[in-house]
């Protein structure tokens, strides 16, 4: 592997680090965050907002990609990054600062599908899946690191530090893929779709805004998720209409009728909620029905981090011996093992011990690692330079789509259960989803629950845990029918071949 190559990739390592680890670097820095600037009742949309631009821009830069070239795109994607981070160390007001966030998600929507694509660009199927172990060991290694990174700079530094790192780390990685990254762009006459570039990004905004905040923040029949979700639904349509038109389509809608591409986006639509409901719902479970703090109940997700890598580097040995289907089906098959456990064990034991909680996520987490993989060799194996980068992103952009649909799916199912079973215990007073969220948050509050009585924490204990196997089911319904669409689709096996780039 030429040094040049190598290079390239530890810049690639390190943009991936960055844009990942921003998720989650601020979770430790909130109470801090919230201590400087106020706005407490705003503090969950510091991590909404970032997720709301990088997920809805992600098809556009990649078809972006696919115009200007891979490495035009990451520096836009790089330079939007970086002055969202230097904007957001600077705010002065929690609205200025979850307006910088989403721009460091614009950056972020370009940066994270391009790294992959570049990667689809200069390495073989065959190399491309132990480098794609190395990013998957990244993308472990950055859940692991940012809740500690966070906590370390807000206790010796100030929470501000938290954004200023990127601009050094954002600079030398942009540097470094100029310098070392020689790409040959397919020059071709385009005309840009620029009404079906707004419709879906439009779109997709409303939608995800609709699923971020219905059921929580504002209630599913409130005239603003109605008219969020009605808004979504014209711009969407308006967006199919005129792909179906554009000579040059921002989504080619015929990608999805390669069966590789087809079969692999949708099963990862449904293994989002599998990957997701694991992250958001298990640490539930943890603090609200076992009491574990934060940090015990996040040591659990730990194994899923740890998992993901491990099994993502045998993954890419089994995908080059067998093919991409063995490892695809292997991998679901490990999610369908992982949240079946799950159920039996929330319905069977009160308590479940924590070396079993571990288990079941690092099992969860090998079933990302194998699947994702050989998902992203797939795609980007079954087209050519021109398109490899909106194939890459779409993917991407639908796993991520499918999580929130699905945990959305799940809160809603959580709520439901749990207002009923509250409204039958004597000194609880709830009548709407948003009342029995209010109760659920104080279980998992330390101080609220201390409030509680022995009585009435049990009853509320008992409540939130028979909710929460309903969510276990609705998940373990999202890893069984990954694994009915993986079913279809074809195995690709890789012949040995000289890595040509723009090829």
């Known amino acids: 592997m030429g040094d040049r190559r190598m290079y390239t990739v530890y810049a690639l390592m390190l943009a991936s680090f960055l844009t990942a680890v921003d998720v989650t670097i601020v979770d430790t820095a909130m109470p801090r965050i919230v201590g400087s600037l106020g706005g407490f009742s705003m503090l969950t949309w ?36 970086v002055t969202g981070s230097a904007l957001c160390g600077a705010a002065r007001s929690m609205e200025a600062l979850i307006l910088f966030r989403a721009l460091q998600g614009l950056g972020a929507g370009a940066m994270q599908p391009t790294v992959q694509t570049i ?33 370390l700079m807000v206790d010796f530094l100030t929470w501000r530090y938290l954004f200023y790192i990127n601009l050094p780390l954002g600079a030398l990685a942009l540097a470094m893929v100029w310098r070392f990254f020689d790409e040959q762009v397919q020059r071709r006459r385009v005309r840009i779709a620029y009404l079906g570039a707004a419709t879906l990004t439009g779109g997709m905004a409303l939608l995800l805004l609709v699923l971020l905040t219905g059921g929580t923040q504002l209630p599913w029949t409130s005239p603003q998720i109605i008219g969020m979700a009605a808004g979504a639904a014209i711009l969407l349509l308006l967006f199919l209409w005129t792909q179906s038109r554009a000579a040059d389509p921002v989504l080619p809608l015929r990608l999805f009728r390669i069966p590789v591409i087809g079969w692999s986006n949708l099963s990862s639509l449904m293994v989002g909620g599998v990957m997701y409901g694991t992250s958001v719902y298990l640490p539930i479970w943890a603090q609200g029905v076992q009491g574990y703090s934060a940090t015990r109940s996040g040591a659990s997700l730990l194994w899923l981090s740890i998992g993901w890598p491990l099994a993502a580097v045998l993954g890419s040995r089994l995908i080059v011996r067998l093919g991409i289907r063995p490892s695809v089906l292997l991998g679901l098959a490990l999610n369908v093992a992982g949240a079946s456990s799950l159920v039996m064990l929330a319905r069977t034991m009160a308590e479940i011990p924590e070396v079993l909680l571990a288990v079941v996520t690092f099992v969860i987490g090998a079933g990302m690692g194998f699947s994702t993989l050989a998902f992203i060799l797939g795609i980007q194996s079954s087209v050519d330079w021109s398109q490899r980068g909106v194939a890459t992103a779409s993917f991407q952009f639908i796993r991520t789509l499918g999580g929130m649909i699905w945990v959305s799916a799940m809160g809603g199912v959580m709520n439901v259960d749990l207002l009923g079973r509250l409204q039958r215990i004597p000194g609880v007073s709830a009548q709407t989803a948003a009342d029995a969220g209010d109760w659920a948050n104080r279980l998992l509050d330390p101080a609220q629950r201390a409030s509680l009585g022995p009585e009435l924490l049990q009853a509320m204990q008992d409540a939130l845990a028979a909710a929460l196997r309903n969510v276990h089911l609705v998940m373990l319904l999202a890893a069984l029918l990954s694994l009915a669409a993986a079913l279809l689709i074809p195995n690709l096996r890789f012949a040995r071949e000289e890595a040509q780039q723009g090829a």
């Open 119 to 151: 990667l689809g660009d200069i390495f073989t199927p065959q190399e491309r899946a132990k480098v794609q172990g190395w990013f998957s060991a990244v993308w472990g290694f950055s859940a692991l690191a940012g809740p500690l990174v966070g906590g």
């Open 46 to 81: 510091l991590v909404s907002a970032y997720m709301l631009t990088s997920t809805a821009t992600m098809p556009v830069y990649g078809k972006l990609s696919d115009i200007i070239g891979r490495k035009r795109t990451f520096t836009i994607g790089a330079v939007i990054f």
